[in-house]
């Protein structure tokens, strides 16, 4: 069964830092790995889709990275802003599954 | 607004009685999931639909939930005798076709069972 970690469960940075959120799987046979942004109540928004022959993807502030082998990705976010922060969740599609199988999240809290 | 809609937002309900959840996908988006989120978890997987077909239920899906997908276009999902057990977050997510691994999420509906 698919396990998918992210540490640290929260984290708090001043504004203008660079950070770096970490996710882990257990199950290497993945087809791909999204990451999410949750704000308190809502639903989901997509930030970012690694396919598994990928090795990472940007999108603006965003880079993550994928090491399929080590069952691995990061989630580096560049000059954090107070609009960052929310809940991140790193979540992955299994190979043979149409389910997505999600971490618990990081908190982030970006203080000005 | 990822152009998931799901309906209502919130639902508080006395324990036993029966819910019924709407989600309406992006309009050229046949593949329809079902979450559940709980205080400080990942959601979890409920169910999966292609077009009017459900093709997966997890096990978290009792015998007291049912979903439907009727010509393939919104979905409801319906949860009979609630217990307070089921208080979460429900969440519905789309993805277009095979040719496409992202899944768009609605902006769910909080369930509480008093």
């Known amino acids: 069964k698919q396990e998918v970690t992210q540490i640290p469960a929260a984290l708090s940075v001043p504004e203008g830092e660079n950070l770096v959120l970490n996710c882990s799987f257990t199950?290497?046979?993945?087809?791909?790995l999204q990451w999410f942004r949750q704000d308190p109540g809502k639903g989901l928004t997509s930030l970012l889709l690694?396919?598994?022959?990928?090795r990472e993807q940007t999108s603006g502030r965003l880079n993550a990275s994928l090491d399929k082998s080590s069952g691995r990705s990061t989630l580096y976010i560049a000059a954090s802003q107070p609009g960052d922060s929310a809940t991140y969740l790193c979540a992955v599609t299994g190979a043979g599954s149409y389910q997505l199988t999600f971490g618990k999240g990081t908190k982030l809290s970006v203080i000005p | 607004d990822t152009g998931v809609s799901q309906d209502p937002r919130h639902k508080i309900t006395k324990r036993g009685q029966n819910v019924t959840f709407r989600c309406d996908p992006i309009?050229?988006?046949?593949?329809l999931y079902w979450y559940r989120q709980t205080l400080g978890q990942g959601p979890e997987f409920l169910t999966y639909f292609q077009n009017e077909a459900q093709l997966e239920k997890s096990r978290l899906l009792s015998d007291r939930f049912s979903a439907e997908r009727p010509k393939g276009s919104f979905s409801t999902l319906e949860i009979q005798r609630t217990e307070q057990g089921d208080s979460a977050m429900y969440l519905c997510?789309?993805?277009?076709?095979?040719?496409?691994?992202?899944?768009?999420f609605g902006p769910g509906t909080r369930l509480t069972v008093l």
């Open positions: 690694i396919q598994s022959s990928q």
């Open positions: 199950d290497s046979a993945i087809y791909n």
């Open positions: 309009s050229e988006h046949n593949r």
């Open positions: 997510a789309t993805r277009r076709d095979i040719s496409s691994n992202e899944q768009f």
